[in-house]
């Protein structure tokens, strides 16, 4: 029996809290640890995590006997610190999303997992949803030719107290805005099925959030050999309408699913190519359905790494990949000029403390809240339908 602690008790440790019970043959919630221990002890009392004991303290925590992994769960600006003080103590670390603040902290992350000989898997659950594994398969096998343009609406809508909390809105607790914390979704998901750009270009703003000095919209245009992907971030969206559509040389494919296929008339204009749409069709339903989907997907992947039976599927590096991406996006923004990936040890971009001095402060954060009166989130509309 996997022994587990969550860090964290708020709204996305609910998330995980329910997925390590799905999986009560194979591990047990042994500590549930919060800076308020009574939210630590609610969330304990709600799922029903009997063997599991509420503290107020990580490094408590971390000398308990009997935790061989952790669910971090916490406020971006301590992922890594946290993260690497837990393996260091000798446990697995399944981390939230943003893997971390900089790419600095995610290389620390990264060594210390490596020195540990323990597992880091970042959180990147939509990779676990039937409609993006399905598409992932037919552009990695080639059967569905190749992408010529992708288009991803990373749109989300919140309300201007949902930066009331006293972490979210801020460069240093937050570490970015809606693409740090909403788009990073999307934007795993394409360099999982597309790979890395080799340059950006983006633009971001603040037009509804006053409370928070980063960012709640942007536009980015990511340059691939033969291929242009554009990504809009938003929490200004009102149906929250997201969708990834690739353009390929046989035709459309697109979570939420929808395919299209066109062939050229006498002067070039289209009409519906049928056999071209059937065939992406039923290469699409003969792909297999999960069994198990989003988060508990990735932790029961995350427990058979750690039992040694599984590879991790997604592993530190990756999540290192989406910072990077969020990191050439914020710096494309703020010097109005093209960024040619990688960014190296040397760049403002790569540590956190200097890309936070040459963000700009959209707003100024006046208004903080310790907790809200409610827990209840949502994990995106379409991001896996
Ligand atoms: N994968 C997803 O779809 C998803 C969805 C929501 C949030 N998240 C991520 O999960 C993380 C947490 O977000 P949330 O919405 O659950 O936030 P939250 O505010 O609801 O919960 C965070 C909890 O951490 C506690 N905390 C903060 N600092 C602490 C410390 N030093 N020691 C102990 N406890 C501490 C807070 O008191 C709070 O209860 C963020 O990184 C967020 O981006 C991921």
Redesign the pocket.
């Known amino acids: 029996m996997i022994g587990v602690a969550l860090?964290?008790?708020?709204?996305?440790?609910a998330?995980h809290a329910d997925a390590y019970g799905q999986l009560a043959h194979l591990c047990e919630v042994r500590a549930v640890?919060?800076?308020?221990k009574d939210?630590a002890q609610a969330l304990i009392d709600k799922k029903g995590m009997r063997r599991a004991v509420a503290c107020g303290d990580?490094d408590e925590v971390l000398n308990m006997d009997g935790i061989d992994a952790v669910s971090v769960?916490?406020?971006?600006d301590?992922?890594a610190s946290?993260t690497i003080k837990a393996l260091r103590a000798g446990r697995h670390v399944l981390v939230?999303?943003?893997m971390a603040a900089s790419l600095e902290e995610c290389d620390a992350m990264i060594e210390a997992a490596r020195d540990s000989g323990k597992i880091l898997s970042p959180?990147a659950?939509n990779r676990f949803k039937t409609p993006n594994s399905k598409v992932k398969a037919m552009i990695e096998s080639g059967a569905a030719g190749r992408t010529l343009y992708a288009t991803v609406n990373s749109l989300w809508w919140r309300g201007g107290n949902y930066y009331d909390?006293w972490?979210r809105g801020t460069w240093e607790k937050e570490c970015g805005g809606c693409f740090t914390?909403h788009a990073v979704?999307h934007l795993d998901l394409l360099l999982w099925m597309l790979g890395k750009p080799e340059r950006v270009t983006a633009v971001i703003t603040n037009v509804g959030h006053d409370n928070s000095e980063c960012e709640d919209l942007g536009v980015a245009i990511l340059e691939y050999p033969g291929m242009l992907a554009q990504v809009s971030s938003s929490l200004v969206s009102h149906d929250e309408k997201q969708e990834i559509i690739l353009q390929t040389t046989c035709g459309r494919l697109s979570v939420p699913w929808e395919t299209a296929a066109s062939k050229a008339l006498p002067n070039g204009f289209p009409e519906e190519n049928g056999e071209a749409k059937t065939e992406l069709q039923s290469l699409y339903d003969s792909l297999p359905e999960l069994r198990t989907e989003g988060?508990a997907a990735q932790i029961d992947n995350f427990l058979a790494a750690i039992v040694g039976t599984e590879s991790p599927l997604v592993i530190a590096e990756e999540g290192r990949d989406a910072i990077e991406l969020i990191m050439a996006i914020y710096k494309a923004s703020v010097t109005r000029t093209p960024v040619t990936l990688p960014i190296g040890r040397g760049d403002a971009f790569y540590s956190r403390e200097t890309m936070a001095a040459a963000m700009p402060r959209f707003h100024k954060k006046t208004r903080s809240v310790e907790?809200f009166a409610t827990?209840d989130?949502t994990?995106?509309r379409d991001v896996g339908k």
């Open positions: 860090l964290g008790s708020g709204a996305i440790a998330v640890c919060d800076l308020y939210k990580i769960c916490l406020p971006p301590v992922h946290v939230e999303k943003p959180v659950q909390i972490w914390s979704h988060h907790n827990s989130i994990l995106g």
